[in-house]
Structure formats: structure tokens, C-alpha cells
């Protein structure tokens, strides 16, 4: 049973930058992908970045590409996603999930129904 927990959410103005956590607990050697999910009002939830847990293979949105940048470090059980150049575009409630099922990552993210464990989300609010 894992849990994730994100942090890091928060109101930025326009061309601004975040960095948002998910600290990863109870079997943290458990899953073989974990990713970056948003979702905003009135839209579906769609993929923004995933990595394998081993070999860092990893993959983004062609929105996020060039701007957003997902890393992790193992000491802290701890994935991140830097967030750079933000738009308004980019507003959503951000989630963190984990795929325990050994399988290739795909080229660009999916909208993450294949995940089995979700963080509770943090928002990302992008405005003037």
C-alpha cells in the first residue's frame, strides 16, 4: 500500500515557476512508474510527466515539453516536477501517482487510469 502526499502548489503570476512534491511512503520500492497529473475545471484529467522507478525513462506532454522537468531522488523518496514559464493555461489541481504494473512507459503521457495510487492533489493557480 503506498501513499503519496504532493506539496508545493500555490498562486504564481504568468512566466513564473514552481516546484511541486510528492513524498512517496509504504513500499516505495513497489512501483514501476510514477507521473504527474492535472486536472482543470470542466476539462479531463490529462498526463504531464511520468518516469520509470528504475532506468529514469520519462516522458511529458507536448504542452509541458521544454518547460516543465520531472526528477526524483531516492534518498528522500521524494518525486518533483519543476514548473517554469507558466501560463494561465497551466491552472489545475496537480496529482501524483504510481503504477505498480511493470509495463513500458509511453512516449507521452496517458491520463493515468492505469495508475493505481493517487496523491490527494495540490492546486496550481496561474494568474495576474
Known amino acids: 500500500q503506498l501513499t503519496l502526499v504532493e506539496s508545493g502548489g500555490g498562486l504564481v503570476q504568468p512566466g513564473g515557476s514552481l516546484t511541486l512534491s510528492c513524498v512517496v511512503s509504504g513500499g516505495t520500492s513497489d512501483y514501476y512508474a510514477i507521473g504527474w497529473f492535472r486536472q482543470a475545471p470542466g476539462k479531463e484529467r490529462e498526463g504531464v510527466s511520468c518516469?520509470?522507478?528504475?532506468?529514469?525513462?520519462?516522458n511529458y506532454a507536448d504542452s509541458v515539453k521544454g518547460r516543465f522537468t520531472i526528477s526524483r531522488d531516492n534518498a528522500k523518496n521524494t518525486v518533483y516536477l519543476q514548473m517554469n514559464s507558466l501560463t494561465p493555461e497551466d491552472t489545475a489541481v496537480y496529482y501524483c501517482a504510481a503504477d505498480v504494473d511493470d509495463v513500458p512507459l509511453p512516449t507521452r503521457p496517458s491520463n493515468g487510469n492505469e495508475y493505481d495510487y493517487w496523491g490527494q492533489g495540490t492546486q496550481v493557480t496561474v494568474s495576474a
Open positions: 518516469m520509470r522507478s528504475r532506468g529514469g525513462t520519462m
